[in-house]
């Protein structure tokens, strides 16, 4: 009687220290968030006079949309959200489509070359971003793509590629062979099986893959001011970077600019928790 009662209170315990552990965590990730979102409506002189308080605690001020106003005209932000929707969407769609077909090709469709192909693709994974940005601007300035819409989408599709195609690969290698070879009997062509089989059941690891692009081409920096030197083409990252130069020292207006970058991941994470929960977890399970 005595051991269970203990293992009931250590378990009791384990309970109790888990979720003070996850619940810090919590108030650590949300705080800051919190934090920017108020300050954003402050004045920068209130914020010098009030930086943890509400808006409006002290006589004289109050909640202001002027900083958001001042952000969006300085930072262009109607033209660089509008470039980062279009790089974002573009991306995600041809990465997911090129990753899943590459993916059913090196698990279901073996041959002598697969090794090599498939290792031209993992072998992204082992560059970083810094040691290509020099020859990629050699290669997109010799190739005429420098200062093109075109010349920015290529190499953000290439470089989610690596990650995409061995999610995929993997994933795909535990679909059972015996649903292709029972459709390649029935006389379906390989597109054909990719489109109607691969790809419904490939759901899950597609939105992982989608998860990782959204955000890696949404919060993009160093490559767009390298692939482009024309303000009309690059994204919304580079206009927020503006606020660090002459506005450094304006810091509301700062938090405004990144509050309008925030949000929309924001909402996007909160539209399709669900999604993205069983997406990454089925993803992870069966890669």
Request: charge should be positive; aromatic fraction near 14%; charged fraction near 10%.
């Amino acid at each position: 009687m005595k051991q269970h009662n203990f293992a009931a209170h250590s378990h009791t315990f384990g309970l109790l220290v888990t979720y003070c552990m996850l619940g810090l965590f919590t108030v650590f990730a949300i705080y800051p968030l919190v934090w920017l979102f108020i300050n954003s409506f402050k004045t920068t002189q209130e914020f010098y006079l009030n930086r943890l308080g509400l808006p409006g605690n002290i006589a004289g001020y109050g909640w202001t949309l002027t900083n958001f106003k001042s952000s969006w005209v300085a930072g262009h932000f109607s033209v660089l959200i509008v470039n980062s929707v279009i790089y974002t969407v573009i991306t995600v769609v041809v990465s997911v489509i090129l990753a899943l077909m590459s993916g059913f090709a090196f698990a279901k469709l073996r041959s002598k070359a697969t090794p090599f192909l498939h290792g031209s693709y993992i072998i992204g994974l082992l560059l970083t971003i810094q040691s290509i940005m020099v020859p990629l601007f050699l290669l997109i300035n010799w190739t005429g793509l420098y200062n093109t819409r075109i010349g920015i989408l290529i190499p953000y599709i290439g470089i989610s590629l690596s990650l995409a195609v061995y999610l995929a690969t993997e994933f795909i290698k535990s679909i059972p062979s015996a649903l292709i070879e029972s459709a390649r009997i029935d006389g379906a062509s390989f597109l054909s099986i990719f489109f109607k089989i691969i790809l419904p059941m490939s759901a899950p690891v597609a939105t992982t893959i989608a998860i990782f692009t959204i955000t890696a081409t949404w919060n993009e920096f160093m490559l767009i001011n390298i692939l482009t030197s024309v303000d009309r083409l690059k994204s919304l990252p580079v206009g927020i970077q503006q606020f660090s130069g002459t506005l450094s020292t304006d810091f509301c207006k700062q938090f405004a600019a990144l509050t309008i970058g925030v949000v929309p991941i924001l909402i996007f994470y909160l539209s399709f928790r669900k999604e993205i929960t069983k997406g990454i977890s089925a993803g992870a399970v069966k890669g």
